[in-house]
């Protein structure tokens, strides 16, 4: 009698979150990463910085250069992966589209029978690649730029992200004492920046509140914002504004090694609605891009 093996299907949903869980047990804010001086992570083949949930991933590696590859990508370039190396994930979209006899299609085939006029549901399918960090690749000349970047160059580009944004709240500082959006009167409260011990802790303090303000019903229109502390859409757009205000210091280049973490109360809350839902963490990293592109003016094209 021949035994039947099944393969257990990988639940990529759940790595990522067990992942992140772990790390807030620790104490430790996953969102609010310790850049590199390096900067922020990307394919070192085609120059792509990561998005949305892979900006979070690819920089909580143990790697001090955020610098990655697939297999693929050093083999053409006449590199190869040095023995006892560890994959990372990269986690994408592939889109399946089904019909109401329960047949599935591929993209082109969809858009033909799109304009056939046939209704087809869109199913979105978490996929993933393995990618490998560039100190772990052999053969390969890795050009590691030294980013040395000075206070006022880092005040200056934070400045041109707020400056840029089309559409912004009114910003205030009639309470000194708080940070703070408030989306019935779309109004962002924020300290004088002499509070603060640094201006890095500044404007990652104000990219978190600016965030929160594109929740706005003009804007991405949000419904975590004005919800009750504890509760899970609350927890959620927490998470969004902190993973959104991390994307920004990224693309800022803030140092911000040693700004504080969030408090307990809040871990606490993020912990509970993480191992409540497993896509929460993915939901938000997705919506923190949005916020992020919309706050830049950023026209991203999502691909399937």
Excluded at 206 to 220: C, D
Excluded at 239 to 255: N, P, R, V, Y
Excluded at 259 to 274: I, V
């Amino acid at each position: 009698m021949t035994k039947s093996h099944t393969r257990k299907r990988r639940d990529i949903y759940q790595e990522v979150t067990d992942k992140m869980v772990k790390l807030i047990e620790k104490g430790v804010s996953p969102w609010r990463c310790n850049w590199s001086k390096y900067g922020a992570a990307k394919n070192y083949a085609t120059g792509h910085f990561y998005t949305g949930i892979n900006a979070i991933l690819m920089n909580l590696t143990e790697h001090p250069i955020p610098f990655f590859m697939s297999f693929k990508q050093a083999q053409k370039l006449g590199g190869k992966i040095k023995k006892g190396a560890k994959a990372e994930i990269v986690c994408f979209y592939k889109t399946l589209y089904k019909d109401e006899n329960g047949n599935f299609y591929g993209r082109q085939k969809a858009i033909a029978l799109a304009e056939m006029g046939v209704e087809l549901e869109t199913i979105p399918m978490l996929k993933h690649y393995n990618v490998f960090n560039v100190q772990d690749i052999e053969g390969i000349e890795i050009e590691t730029p030294q980013v040395q970047l000075k206070q006022h160059e880092k005040i200056e580009a934070c400045e041109s992200i707020i400056n840029g944004f089309s559409n912004p709240p009114e910003f205030i500082c009639e309470n000194a004492d708080e940070a703070y959006y408030s989306v019935k009167r779309d109004k962002l409260n924020m300290p004088q920046m002499g509070q603060f011990k640094t201006a890095e802790a500044y404007y990652l303090t104000l990219f978190h509140e600016l965030v929160h303000s594109t929740g706005h019903p003009k804007r991405l229109n949000r419904d975590g914002l004005g919800q009750k502390f504890g509760n899970t859409k609350y927890s959620k757009e927490e998470l969004i504004a902190e993973m959104g205000a991390s994307f920004l210091s990224a693309q800022t280049g803030i140092d911000i090694e040693d700004l504080t973490e969030n408090s307990a109360a809040y871990l606490k809350g993020w912990l509970s609605a993480l191992k409540g839902d497993k896509k929460l963490i993915f939901k938000a990293a997705a919506e923190a891009q949005k916020a992020v592109d919309l706050i830049t003016g950023t026209q991203r094209h999502y691909q399937d």
